[in-house]
């Protein structure tokens, strides 16, 4: 099982970046997936998740300028992030999991190695 996650890069402060998860080696259709986020010297959070059926939850501080969303059919999941602000300075994370956690990171089993976002 395997997630590679892509597009993380510098962005200014409003500007807009599209974070790409795609997996491979599981049933890609039977699991919930995430994005999820560590700033340095802070705890890993949730930042939007997906489920098998397309509902989603985020964290409150991205609601209204970040979109997850996924393609079934290449077994990716996006995450497109508008209105960026410095505080969304992190490395963002995808995790997979057949249960529905929603933002509970600690409970998701399959992760990505990350990708950086620096908003200035």
């Known amino acids: 099982v395997q997630l590679v996650e892509s597009g993380g890069g510098s962005v200014q402060a409003g500007g807009s970046l599209k974070l790409v998860c795609q997996a491979s080696g599981l049933r890609y259709v039977d699991f919930c997936m995430g994005w999820f986020r560590r700033a340095p010297g802070k705890e890993r959070e949730g930042v939007a998740v997906?489920?098998?059926?397309?509902?989603?939850r985020y964290v409150d501080s991205v609601t209204g300028r970040f979109t997850i969303s996924r393609d079934n059919v290449g077994n990716s999941v996006y995450l497109q992030m508008n209105n960026v602000k410095p505080e969304d300075t992190a490395m963002y994370f995808c995790a997979a999991d057949p249960r529905w956690w929603q933002l509970k990171a600690n409970r998701y089993h399959v992760w990505g190695q990350g990708t950086q976002v620096t908003v200035s």
């Open positions: 997906i489920d098998t059926d397309g509902e989603t």
